[in-house]
């Protein structure tokens, strides 16, 4: 079942900070967060599996609430590079492939 | 982190032929890929899993026989869209897993024009 991520769209201006989330309502092995540009394949950023994770690297960082199945995916300080439309997918139990939300579009202005 | 080719970027054919894409892992060996297709604004949709030596799975809706998947190594995958028609004109990415980690990574994807 595909996650659901919110807010589709936002804009920001520079050196401001952002949210995405990532909601299932199944339960979750492991949250993955890509950022795609456009007419570009999707780029990995970070990985956070089962068990409660906290990750960051950068000014980029995601948490893992795994009881509540969510995730969100924090933007401090945006730059112009981070627009991009940012996509979570989610894994299920039992090593099944990613399924990706409809994805979020950043846009990054000066 | 890992990198992942895909060949050809781009392939233009006519209605009816057949187009083969590759997907390689370059610096690591990858027992799953996966193939997906992504229209213009929209998510990437699942088309199939690809497991070295043995038959890919496909997703609901997805025609095997159409989308011919061969993964013979655990450095590649192929692709093979057959009897290709305009409404099969999209852009097909392929990921593959690293198997120590789980991190998926993409290649930078097919875009296919079938006219």
């Known amino acids: 079942q595909q996650p659901v991520q919110s807010p589709q769209a936002v804009i920001l201006r520079e050196g401001e900070d952002a949210v995405i989330n990532c909601s299932s309502s199944k339960a979750l092995y492991s949250v993955h967060w890509y950022r795609q540009k456009h007419g570009e394949a999707p780029i990995f950023l970070m990985i956070l599996l089962k068990g409660g994770e906290q990750k960051g690297h950068d000014k980029i960082s995601a948490s893992f609430n795994e009881k509540k199945q969510q995730s969100s995916l924090y933007l401090t300080a945006s730059q112009l590079s981070y627009s991009g439309t940012y996509f979570c997918?989610?894994?299920?139990?039992?090593?099944?492939?990613?399924?990706f939300g409809k994805g979020t579009r950043l846009s990054v202005i000066a | 982190g890992a990198v992942v080719s895909q060949h050809p970027s781009r392939v233009i054919c006519k209605s009816g032929t057949s187009v083969k894409i590759e997907c390689r892992s370059l610096d690591f060996q990858a027992t799953t890929m996966f193939w997906y297709r992504q229209f213009p604004k929209q998510s990437l949709m699942l088309m199939a899993t690809?497991?070295?030596?043995?038959?890919?799975?496909?997703e609901q809706g997805v025609e095997k026989d159409k989308f011919l998947i061969n993964h013979a190594s655990l450095t590649l995958s192929t692709l093979t869209v057959t009897s290709a028609h305009p409404e099969d004109s999209s852009f097909y990415i392929c990921?593959?897993?690293?198997?120590?980690?789980?991190?998926?990574?993409f290649g930078p994807g097919t875009r296919l024009t079938v006219t």
């Open positions: 990921s593959a897993r690293v198997t120590s980690s789980y991190e998926q990574y």
């Open positions: 690809s497991n070295e030596g043995s038959k890919a799975t496909y």
């Open positions: 997918g989610t894994e299920g139990e039992g090593n099944t492939p990613l399924v």
